[in-house]
């Protein structure tokens, strides 16, 4: 590959973005175009004059239609697919979308060549978008930069032998399990139809497969990547370290543009929802704490404990699976939950996978304001409760915000799920931890104006909660990355020396650490 030194793109960059360069850049650093690109001083060049700025001019030169600026059909599509209504509102200068790992190759090399010599200007900052589930603004589109949108990365392909299913970053779940459905297949995947696959699966990951075969991006067995300045390389364990890192390190490698998972076979199952009113509470703590707790777990239980907020009251809302199709009317492990009386509702049955992934998307509707905060702690039936009451305490002053739904749920996180694969992700979770309870407040209102103070409220519920398990001698470190808010630090929590690890790889990989710099969203290194 042609080396190009950086010092010499400065006479074809506008006026506008030329900027003090440190005295370090005579450093060659590899520039050529992948190929079929033109020449990077022509794509330089055209980046004068044109709407959008430099950045997204030199876009348009490389990629012609498949950039997008606002009010064209393409830009108002990717804005309005996000889940978020923080996500819906930001407005980048344009959006890119590829149709082939090509095109992505092409647009990140734009964007490493310019955002380096711009001295990482705003203007040529980016975020990738998969499914666009993540709640929080800026994690996936950027304001004043640019957006790829992987909305076309949607291929399912599964492998002669049934063994692999090839899948597109921009899928969301539930266009992805009909497919398999139908070959009584399934992958280790998310269980809300509308999640994305790339931000779930990079982040970790939780199934209802998991008691199984651990967190989804247990499950990868490749990855095609896009490095820093269009690279395409696949990434499985003949690459050990990034391997490893893309397993929870988020956005902080490159661009994947297809995930290769491990497949199964997979028929109907048994799962649903039961409501139960709040004074069943010390029968469901109870229940759960005897699930969690145990010994040996039972793999095929999945389930879901949530004490859910609506117009005046508290609801009990679990949502059960159990991953084969037992004998019993309803399975052994969860008669200590279908035991319980009164049930309000009932929608216990024997479906499909995607079935039971659209029944709980109901619950959590796009358009809304959203807010995700989370904790981990050990298993204790005093703690759960305590922590719901410091929920009850936050929701007070935040109760007639327009349009609330506020959620508390509490997941088992047993050493069955943590320690099948702990040496070969970044999440740094193993046996020594014991049986965990991962913890999410989901939040959805209407109006910004209250913003302020659902955060607030949730922040304060947050130190309340990790006070409580601080007192029990419970508190963990671990922050599940795909429920932490703005101001958590999950990659702290995955442990010092995984951190560590996860800096090496990015400093190997990405030496220009452009994916640090150049794309702010989400959760950096």
């Known amino acids: 590959m042609k080396l190009f030194k950086p010092h010499a793109l400065l006479a074809f960059i506008p006026i506008p973005f030329v900027v003090s360069l440190p005295q370090n850049t005579e450093r060659a650093v590899p520039v050529a175009p992948p190929q079929g690109l033109p020449p990077l001083d022509h794509i330089i060049a055209n980046a004068k004059g044109r709407p959008g700025g430099a950045c997204c001019a030199a876009l348009s030169y490389v990629l012609g239609p498949k950039v997008g600026y606002p009010l064209s059909v393409s830009y108002i599509g990717t804005s309005a697919s996000f889940w978020s209504q923080q996500e819906q509102t930001v407005t980048p200068n344009c959006v890119v979308q590829p149709l082939t790992t090509q095109d992505v190759s092409a647009a990140i090399f734009v964007l ?24 929080q603004r800026g994690a996936a589109n950027q304001a004043a930069g640019v957006t790829i949108d992987l909305a076309a990365f949607k291929q399912v392909t599964v492998s002669p032998d049934r063994k692999t299913t090839r899948i597109g970053p921009g899928s969301r779940w539930g266009d992805i399990y009909p497919q398999l459905d139908a070959q009584n297949l399934a992958i280790s995947g998310g269980r809300v139809a509308p999640v994305g696959v790339g ?31 269009g690279k395409v390389i696949n990434v499985n364990a003949s690459t050990p ?99 319980i009386k009164p ?17 709980l998307a109901a619950t959590s509707p796009a358009g809304k304001r959203q807010l995700f905060i989370t904790l981990t702690h050990g298993l204790s039936g005093p703690l759960i409760t305590e922590i719901f009451r410091a929920a009850d305490t936050a929701l007070q002053p935040i109760k007639l915000a327009l349009g609330l739904t506020y959620s ?22 193993d046996a020594s931890d014991g049986n965990l309870v991962l913890v999410l407040l989901g939040i959805q209102w209407t109006l910004a104006t209250d913003d302020a103070a659902i955060t607030s409220a949730a922040n304060g519920w947050l130190a309340a909660a990790n006070a409580a398990a601080a007192k029990a001698g ?4 671990y922050v599940y990355l795909n429920y932490a808010a703005p101001g958590q630090d999950p990659i702290t929590g995955y442990g010092a020396a995984n951190k560590a690890n996860l800096r090496s790889v990015s400093k190997k990989y990405d030496p220009d650490q452009i994916f640090q710099k150049a794309v702010p969203g989400a959760f950096k290194l």
């Open 112 to 135: 490493s060549v310019l955002s380096n010599q711009t001295r990482f200007s705003n203007e040529c900052k980016f975020a990738v978008k998969g499914g666009g589930h993540t709640p």
């Open 199 to 229: 931000g779930l699966v990079t982040g970790g990951g939780v199934s209802f497969f998991s008691g199984r075969y651990g967190l989804v991006c247990d499950n990868v067995l490749n990855y095609e990547l896009v490095l820093p300045y």
């Open 241 to 339: 370290d990034l391997f490893k890192a893309l397993k929870g390190g988020s956005n902080n490698f490159g661009v994947v543009t297809r995930f290769d998972m491990r497949t199964f076979n997979s028929g109907k199952f048994w799962g649903g929802f039961v409501v139960y009113p709040l004074s069943t509470m010390p029968q469901q703590v109870a229940a759960f704490v005897g699930l969690a707790g145990a010994q040996p777990y039972d793999p095929y239980a999945a389930l879901i404990h949530s004490y859910a907020y609506t117009t005046s009251s508290w609801l009990i809302a679990n949502n059960y699976e159990y991953t084969r199709v037992p004998a019993q009317p309803y399975p052994p492990t969860f008669k200590p939950f279908t035991d």
């Open 343 to 359: 049930q309000l509702l009932n929608t216990m049955r024997v479906s499909g996978l995607t079935d039971f992934t659209i029944e």
């Open 408 to 429: 508390l749920s509490y997941q088992p996180l047993p050493t069955e799920i943590t320690t099948k694969a702990s040496n070969t992700n970044s999440l740094g979770l």
């Open 474 to 477: 419970l508190s963990n470190e």
